[in-house]
Each structure stands twice: as C-alpha cells, then as structure tokens.
C-alpha cells in the first residue's frame, strides 16, 4: 500500500530531489548541497544547515502523515510552507533505502535513522556539525516494474538539474550546490534576483530583462520579465513563483499571454521569473499530489492584477525606458497616410551634426550626451530604413513599422477613453447554449454591457442576442460570446472583445502608416523618431517585430576592423 502512495508523491528522482529540498527551505536551510549519483537513480544526498529535528520527531519524520507544519485544519487552509501533508520521506523510505541525519542547535551530537522499503530502524547517535542530511540509495530497488520504467541516466539527471534550477532560482539569498556522480556541476552562492536568474536562466535574459512589480491591497508582484525583443522557442524559460513555490498556472500564464499580446510574435514566448506574494488563505495549493498547481479564491482579481503589473513593465517608452511611460502629447489619432509631425528646430540638428566629429580615441562630444535616445535623422535608405546617429553609434529605424506602432497605440487610447459601443440589432440573434453558459450570462451580465453585449436568457438552455459590439458586428455573434463567456467562467474576466479589437485596430493602423517606397523629408524623420520615444512599446510593431536596432561604434568598428 505504500509502494502505491509512493509512485504518487515519488515518481521519479527528480521528484524526490524537489520533496528533500523543499524541506530544507522550510526548516531555515541558508545552505543547501545536492549530490547525485547515476541520475539520482543509485543515490541522491541532501545536505543542509537548517533547524534540524529532535530527536524524539526522528520516528514521526519517517511516518506517513505526521508532520511538524501544520497543527489545525486553519493552518491547512493557509499553508505557508512547500510541504504540509507529511508523505515525502515515508514515501521515499517506502521505495528506497533512506538514512536521515540531523542535529539541532545546542545537541552534544547528532542522530540518525534509516528507513528501508518501510522498515524504521532504532535512532541512534550520529556524527555532524549541524543541519539535517538524508542519504537516498537505490531508488526503486524493491518495485521493478517502476525502476523498469525510468528514463536514461542522462535523462533523469536532466530533470533534476531542472528541479534543482527550480528550487534555486526561488531563493536567490540562499547558497546551493550540485554535484553528478563526483563531479560539481553547479555552485551557487547568495546573490541578487538578477545575479542568479543569469546564472540560470542566461546572461542575455538577466542583461536585458526588466524589472516587474505591482501591489494591491491582496497581493504583490516582482520580478524580471524579457523585454518584447527576448523570445524563446519554447516555454522553457518561464517561472512563477506562488509564496515561493514553482508553480505552472493557466490564469496567471494567461493574463502574461496577454501582457504580451501587443509586442511579440504568435509564434514565439516570452521569458520571465516572477514572484506572487498574496495571503496563503486567498490560494489553494493543496489540488495536486506534486503541489504544482494552485487554485486562486478570486482568479478574476488575480489576472487583472498580474496582466496590468506585466503590461506596465513592458510600456515604457524609448526615451523612458523602464521607468512609468510618459504621456502621449495631445493631439489627434494618427489617420491613413497623414503627414508626420514636424516639431524640431533645424538649428538643434545643425549643432548636433556638427559637434558628432570625434577624435582618434572617439570621446563622444559633450552635446551628444544630450541628444535624444534615437538621436537625429541621416538619410533614407530605399525607401524604407531611416539612418539616425546618436550618442551610441547607428540606429536603424524601419519607418513602417514604427509608425505603425505610433498609429496603433494611438487607436487603441481613443477607443479606450470610452466603452465599447453597441450596436443593437434589428432582429435578435437565439442561441442554443449550456446551462454553465445560460448561469454565467445572467451573472455576467452587467459586464456584458460593458462589453457591447445585451444578453438575456430566453429558457434554461437558450439565450438572445440582442446587441453586439459595434466595431465588431460584422464577425460571428453567437462565437464571439461563446469565448466571451468561457473565459469569464475559466479566468473570472474576459479580454476576448478586447483581443479581436485589437486585431482589428492593428490592421488599421497597418494600412494607415507610412508605406515604404515614400520619401521622407530629414524634418518628417526626426519626428518620426520623436514620436517613437514617446510612444509606448515602440520597440516593436503590433506583430512583435522590432521597429528600430542600434549599432554602437564598437560594432561599426569591429565590421571594418578598425584598430587590429
């Protein structure tokens, strides 16, 4: 029976690896060290300088359900450690052949226990500094059928190390290390959220990664998230943290989809290590056996908060990067092929060009300094590139895109100083729906009209369309408040109205910029670049494309091989 409940908690070493270390963190560990072995497969060591255990607990540590983290049913429902259910050591004793260590602080000396296939030995004294150890040796030894079906060495250790950069990347002021069969892999002293994230997830991330954070009244965010030019091919570099547990969940991971939405590509993910800190007893993380999931009292408050943090850190201008965005100047939407503003004086571009000569050992000239972030307008390349020079070097600017942003953000702010607008129909719309849509309909139905909606239910398994969103009447009615409906049941609010108006805002905004082939005067390019650095999210396009890229002298000199 144990065996059983064990393939459960303990399916794989890199599981046992997670349970063993999350001890640790609980117990006050401001150092941990792994050692693995064949995977962790052959033998798996734990090494910490945390509180340690009596030695009248030694016994309850190896039984199943005996914890020392939670006393009443209230300090389940606000579990604030990792672990709480007391089933990982009794579940790895269960399947392997398990010695725990550990003494605690003023003891003459330590004590130790073992645990083979659920077989407790007596306590017995031990010899070690300080902390807890627990020695794992041939994992699985007496279930072959789940050894048989363990990956390859390389493999299992694989998803360690991933456990490990989990574990570790959630504590950045506590010191770990690793080792593979003799061999350290890994050494990891106390450091900052921006020094480990290099260390783990790679330098480029840390390097360019901006800062994240919000707190309301129930919560608070922080973290680093990728900028809209760092995207992945996969989800391998996403990491959300719940009171400091690895956690993958589908409202929070949602809200970031959409936080992202505006500036990057359908086809790529963006990267990001952030931390939810909110009130144990506002989140559910007893609903899965490996606690990786979480179930949040109010996922509606929960993904509006996480999409306007994120959304926040991803808007700042260009000339203000990574500091709250600045106001757009008043004036009107940018409309089809409008003429671009023309705001600088001609005698700050003369005195910038003519201060830009430098000498031998290119010490920039002191009005440089002062230029703006994209500086000033050289030419037009065919039509289609602006050349600008800055303090840094070259920027290379594609108009179209650029100003497509520009006109895009400019849209999307005249629709958003207002509700949407509903249009009602002249002959409503029946709609055969399921009795959790019917329920949610007439819930939310005050937020309906918020969204151009005017629903009502007509029987307990049928509703009626009387009124849609006007700048979305023309697309499927019955469809559109079908996912309408569905994501305000799934996430508690819902930005499908909001996504497929943005679609349609960015392909007005596409055929309203600037098109290519079009001859730009060197004024209409300055204020193009000047109306970049004071547009949100400028650095890319509403399809996730960079509008502009920098080219230091540096760069410029290494390609012509300038002093080798």
């Known amino acids: 029976m144990n065996q059983i409940a064990a393939g459960e908690v303990v399916d794989r070493p890199a599981a046992a690896l997670k349970e063993l270390m999350e001890n640790s963190l609980d117990?006050?560990?401001?150092?941990?060290?792994?050692?693995?072995?064949?995977?962790?497969?052959?033998?798996?060591?734990?090494?910490?300088?945390?509180?340690?255990?009596?030695?009248?607990?030694?016994?309850?540590?190896?039984a199943r359900f005996a914890t020392s983290k939670i006393a009443t049913l209230e300090d389940l429902e606000r579990a604030g450690t990792l672990g709480f259910r007391g089933e990982a050591l009794a579940s790895i004793g269960a399947v392997a052949r398990l010695a725990l260590s550990s003494r605690r602080a003023g003891e003459r000396h330590a004590w130790r226990i073992a645990c083979e296939a659920g077989q407790v030995s007596a306590v017995e004294p031990a010899a070690l500094a300080s902390g807890t150890t627990?020695?794992?040796?041939?994992?699985?030894?007496?279930?072959?059928?789940?050894?048989?079906?363990?990956?390859?060495?390389?493999?299992?250790?694989?998803?360690?190390?991933?456990?490990?950069?989990?574990?570790?990347?959630?504590?950045?002021?506590?010191?770990?290390?690793?080792?593979?069969?003799?061999?350290?892999?890994?050494?990891?002293?106390?450091?900052?959220?921006?020094?480990?994230?290099?260390?783990?997830?790679?330098?480029?991330?840390?390097?360019?990664?901006?800062?994240?954070?919000?707190?309301?009244?129930?919560?608070?965010?922080?973290?680093?998230?990728?900028?809209?030019?760092?995207?992945?091919?996969?989800?391998?570099?996403?990491?959300?943290?719940v009171n400091g547990r690895f956690v993958r969940d589908k409202v929070v991971a949602h809200a970031l989809r959409e936080a992202y939405a505006d500036v990057m590509h359908h086809d790529r993910h963006p990267a990001y290590v952030l931390f939810l800190e909110m009130d144990p007893a506002l989140v559910d993380v007893n609903v899965h056996p490996a606690k990786s999931e979480v179930r949040f009292r109010d996922s509606s408050a929960i993904h509006q908060f996480a999409f306007h943090a994120v959304s926040r850190a991803l808007s700042g201008t260009i000339e203000n990067r990574g500091q709250p965005p600045v106001s757009r100047p008043p004036g009107p939407v940018p409309g089809f092929q409008q003429a671009l503003e023309v705001a600088q004086p001609a005698q700050r571009y003369e005195a910038f060009f003519s201060s830009a000569i430098v000498d031998e050992r290119r010490e920039a000239p002191a009005v440089a300094a002062e230029a703006p972030t994209l500086g000033f307008a050289l030419a037009?390349?065919?039509?289609?590139?602006?050349?600008?020079?800055?303090?840094?070097?070259?920027?290379?600017?594609?108009?179209?895109?650029?100003?497509?942003?520009?006109?895009y953000e400019g849209l999307k702010d005249a629709l958003d100083s207002s509700t949407l607008p509903s249009q009602p129909l002249l002959v409503p719309i029946p709609m055969t729906a399921a009795a959790e849509e019917v329920e949610q309909a007439v819930q939310g139905g005050e937020a309906l009209q918020q969204l151009g909606f005017d629903v009502a239910a007509s029987g307990p398994r049928s509703l009626v369309i009387r009124a849609?969103?006007?700048?979305?009447?023309?697309?499927?009615?019955?469809?559109?408040?079908?996912?309408?409906?569905?994501?305000?049941?799934?996430?508690?609010?819902?930005?499908?109205?909001?996504?497929?108006?943005?679609?349609?805002?960015?392909?007005?905004?596409?055929?309203?910029?600037?098109?290519?082939?079009?001859?730009?005067?060197?004024?209409?390019?300055?204020?193009?670049?000047?109306?970049?650095?004071?547009?949100?999210?400028?650095?890319?396009?509403?399809?996730?494309?960079?509008?502009?890229?920098?080219?230091?002298?540096?760069?410029?000199?290494?390609?012509?091989?300038?002093?080798?």
């Open 380 to 407: 037009q390349l065919h039509g289609v590139y602006v050349l600008a020079q800055n303090a840094a070097g070259l920027v290379l600017v594609d108009m179209h895109a650029a100003h497509e942003r520009i006109v």
């Open 27 to 62: 117990a006050g560990a401001q150092s941990v060290a792994v050692e693995l072995v064949e995977g962790g497969v052959r033998r798996m060591r734990v090494v910490d300088d945390g509180a340690g255990i009596e030695r009248d607990d030694l016994p309850l540590a190896l």
């Open 134 to 241: 627990v020695d794992v040796e041939d994992l699985y030894f007496n279930t072959p059928a789940r050894r048989k079906f363990l990956k390859s060495e390389s493999t299992e250790y694989a998803r360690c190390d991933e456990a490990f950069t989990r574990i570790a990347l959630s504590r950045p002021g506590v010191a770990f290390s690793l080792s593979h069969n003799g061999r350290r892999t890994m050494h990891l002293a106390p450091e900052s959220l921006r020094a480990r994230a290099a260390r783990l997830v790679g330098e480029d991330f840390a390097k360019d990664a901006v800062e994240a954070s919000g707190e309301s009244s129930r919560a608070r965010l922080t973290g680093l998230v990728a900028p809209p030019g760092f995207t992945r091919a996969n989800r391998d570099a996403q990491f959300l943290f």
């Open 468 to 564: 849609v969103p006007a700048m979305l009447a023309d697309l499927d009615a019955q469809g559109l408040l079908r996912s309408v409906l569905g994501e305000m049941r799934e996430f508690g609010a819902s930005r499908v109205l909001i996504e497929r108006r943005n679609e349609l805002v960015s392909t007005m905004a596409c055929h309203a910029a600037v098109r290519a082939n079009r001859s730009l005067t060197i004024p209409e390019m300055n204020a193009l670049l000047r109306r970049m650095e004071q547009t949100e999210r400028a650095g890319s396009c509403n399809h996730g494309r960079p509008t502009w890229v920098q080219f230091g002298m540096a760069d410029l000199d290494r390609l012509f091989m300038r002093g080798r």
